[in-house]
């Protein structure tokens, strides 16, 4: 499967891009975080407390567990803070 | 009935023009950058284009829902503003003001902590700093919860 | 911090340039005039001169006290108003979101049930009615009694 | 004592006019209003039901218990709406 995996805020900084096309096979959120964090130090320190870390689905806020079956674009990024 | 997300500063008297005919009640919020420490030289607001449009209109449709709102019209600003500038602003229109001033109170709990906006504190010294978000403004939120489809939190999440 | 009575409208850009500097949360409240029926000409306001601007001011800093306000305004008109024309406005200003709109729901419910306006419905067929107060009204009010001076209500009194 | 008294909505429109000043021994507010209500029919219909009456002593508002001593100006109002 090819995503769209964007990320925002500090996370964007840490991982020193603000989107990258991947391919593969995470079932889950979940599934696509540690796919994610197992490719180098960056995603790993970026990734490293989940309890920081928000995401949304093809736009939509969604949690860990939420299904990537048909998704294309995956986004993290930490707590908003709008308004 | 709109939701827009702008670089540009917002006139409140423009927006208002003509917002709520027939309603009985209109309430606006405005958001204005604060500076508490004295050192703040602006705040950068980065948001997910797309996402955040489509965030604010479902909000805003669903506070429309929910308290039967005859209009409603959020306006939020991103990139970089200066202290005392306005970052953003909510009007709810109803016939009773009850519904207006909670649909307005909703929609804020709504955009602090679940619209796709990070703010970031520029200092005078050069210094960058990730606002975070607080506590409080979770619990907030969590008063309007009941009613809500959209996941509350992803903190009680263990580390993959 | 000032509050108005007036026959004259008001134009909110204008009540809301310099007002709440250096605040991070404005809220206003506008009160049109709304015609349920579709037969009202004009709605009529009587009030009592002198006694109103102070009670409008007595308010407007008892607000601020308790909600720590930096800035408030209140504006009500008089005399003989259209429908859909406003009535009256409020603006709250504090450093949160949450004093601000507490603050203007609380003048709204203070102004609402203790200031001293009666409002009359001027029928298209020539007809006037006075409003009668909501139960409603007394209601919200009591919300927020516990720390108030004034009397609650001579309701409860018996025939002299 | 002199008392500037007014009247304020349908009490007003009642009684016929907006205010009066009259001389009276009352000590309290309710004893003010027995004193207006035995005058004529006017004052005795429109304070016929005190349950619809409010009232201001020297412009702040006052219960019917409110003592009189040393006011000034009396207002009787039905309950306001205002907002």
């Known amino acids: ?83 | 009935m709109s939701a827009r997300v702008q670089t540009a500063p917002f006139d409140l008297a423009a927006e208002l023009a003509g917002f709520g005919a027939g309603a009985g009640a209109i309430v606006t919020f405005t958001g204005v950058v604060r500076d508490d420490t004295g050192r703040m030289a602006a705040l950068e607001i980065e948001h997910y284009p797309g996402m955040t449009e489509r965030a604010l209109s479902d909000y805003g449709t669903r506070a429309a829902d929910r308290f039967g709102l005859s209009d409603w019209r959020i306006v939020h600003r991103h990139g970089r503003l200066a202290v005392g500038e306005p970052i953003m602003m909510v009007a709810t229109a109803a016939r009773h003001r009850h519904a207006a001033f909670q649909a307005a109170d909703y929609l804020m709990d709504w955009l602090k902590s679940r619209a796709p906006f990070w703010k970031r504190e520029l200092g005078q010294d050069g210094a960058a700093r990730w606002v975070d978000a607080k506590a409080s403004d979770e619990d907030a939120l969590s008063r309007w919860q009941a009613s809500s489809e959209y996941p509350s939190s992803a903190a009680t999440d263990d580390p993959a």
């Open chain 1, 1 to 83: 499967m090819t995503l769209d995996v964007l990320y925002f805020a500090w996370l964007r900084e840490r991982i020193g891009q603000p989107r990258e096309r991947i391919e593969t096979s995470a079932a889950t959120v979940r599934d696509l975080i540690a796919d994610l964090a197992a490719r180098d130090d960056w995603h790993a320190a970026a990734f490293a407390d989940l309890a920081a870390i928000r995401c949304a689905v093809d736009q939509q806020l969604a949690d860990l567990d939420a299904p990537l079956a048909g998704a294309r674009e995956v986004a993290f990024f930490p707590p908003m803070t709008g308004g």
